[in-house]
């Protein structure tokens, strides 16, 4: 609603930082990961205001959970299926340019919904323009990866980010999402910070160990489970099974819930 942007903006406005997430614009439901993703972001930032950017109120048992934990603000924003008069049919995409456009316009950290936030957001990110995890397979980089994300208000790397979004055509899949800011960060070197696992932690090809137990995620601020490799057995998490620990994430999950 126009009051609750308009309260949003007038927060960025007076100084506080800020906690972004997008949800709905795929029909997946508001899970429990989803409900740890938010409140382990904010458990460990309790003085960060959270945003969740979606086309409606979720609803269900986990997201009357997190509102009875955690002071997130729902701020509505269209599922909107084209861009530039192009046509964006995945939502990825769309969620992409949501996200974007609003670590520009109010700053903050973005977070996936596939996340778990682990430890406070460093003070240091605060000192830089932008700070991003770097994505790789072995020993080649993908990219950067924008499923976790520090950006200034009208910072200069989002900035120059979404120059290159203007000319998105609805086609591809991590172009420009991922190779194109490596590409700007190496063409701009000090502008944005580039870190390895302190984002992202176990990177998609060994995302495994987070269904295996013993593995340490020291180090990690914010660990990423790239849900696109593990969605049966997200889906099929529940408290009693999380309050078990019988892996890292539920080890850590169980905080949360």
Not at 236 to 246: A, F, G, H, M
Request: charged share 20%.
């Amino acid at each position: 609603s126009a009051s609750e942007c308009n309260c949003g903006i007038q927060l960025v406005a007076s100084g506080m930082k800020n906690i972004h997430f997008v949800h709905g614009l795929h029909n997946d439901g508001f899970n429990i990961c989803d409900r740890i993703a938010i409140a382990s972001a904010w458990m460990n930032n309790p003085d960060w205001s959270v945003f969740l950017w979606c086309p409606k109120e979720p609803t269900g048992e986990h997201w009357e959970k997190l509102k009875a934990k955690v002071p997130v603000r729902v701020m509505f924003v269209d599922d909107f299926k084209t861009w530039n008069g192009k046509v964006v049919p995945k939502y990825q995409h769309r969620a992409d340019l949501i996200r974007h456009s609003v670590l520009y316009a109010m700053g903050g950290v973005y977070a996936d919904t596939d996340t778990i936030t682990l430890a406070p957001f460093p003070k240091e990110w605060l000192e830089h323009d932008a700070v991003l995890g770097r994505e790789f397979c072995g020993e080649g980089t993908i990219g950067l990866c924008n499923a976790v994300m520090y950006s200034k208000m009208h910072g200069q790397f989002q900035w120059k980010w979404l120059q290159e979004w203007q000319k998105f055509d609805g086609t591809g899949w991590n172009e420009t999402s991922v190779q194109f800011p490596w590409r700007l960060h190496q063409e701009n070197p000090g502008l944005c910070k580039a870190v390895d696992f302190e984002m992202l932690g176990f990177i998609h090809c060994e995302s495994g160990k987070y269904w295996e137990p013993n593995y340490s995620l020291d180090g990690c601020v914010v660990a990423h489970l790239w849900r696109s490799y593990h969605t049966p057995r997200m889906n099929s998490l529940t408290e009693e099974i999380i309050n078990k620990k019988e892996n890292v994430y539920c080890e850590h999950a169980s905080k949360y819930l």
